[in-house]
């Protein structure tokens, strides 16, 4: 069965750091890239952070520059580095895996049950 599992959120103070871990498993078919969005309550989710297979990362404006994303492809796991926290950046955080993408649409993706993470100030 394919699972996604996050952990790592937690509480933090405006100007500290968390890691997150996503860890995959029982997922059939090369996975393209594997991503980070974000949901802050009453926004819809956003993304944050995307590193595809080969390696390559990609940001949102709001991230760059604090965030890093990196994975372990042999352990099917993506960390994202969350440094210089905002109270802004107070959200539930959510793993995404997605397979080959056709006109700019994944074919296949999987969701975690996310994580949350919050910034006092």
């Known amino acids: 069965q394919e699972q996604l599992v996050e952990s790592g959120g937690g509480l933090v103070q405006a100007g500290g750091s968390l890691t997150l871990t996503c860890a995959a498993s029982?997922?059939?078919?090369?996975?393209?890239?594997m991503n980070w969005y974000r949901q802050a309550p009453g926004k819809q989710r956003e993304f944050v952070a995307t590193i595809t297979s080969g390696g390559t990362t990609n940001y949102a404006d709001s991230v760059k520059g604090r965030f890093t994303i990196s994975g372990d492809n042999a352990k099917n796991t993506v960390y994202l580095q969350m440094d210089g926290l905002k109270p802004d950046d107070t959200a539930v955080y959510y793993c995404?895996?997605?397979?080959?993408?056709?006109?700019?649409?994944?074919?296949?993706?999987?969701w975690g049950q996310g994580t949350q993470v919050t910034v006092s100030s």
């Open positions: 029982g997922i059939i078919g090369n996975i393209n890239t």
């Open positions: 995404n895996a997605a397979g080959p993408r056709v006109l700019g649409t994944p074919l296949w993706d999987y």
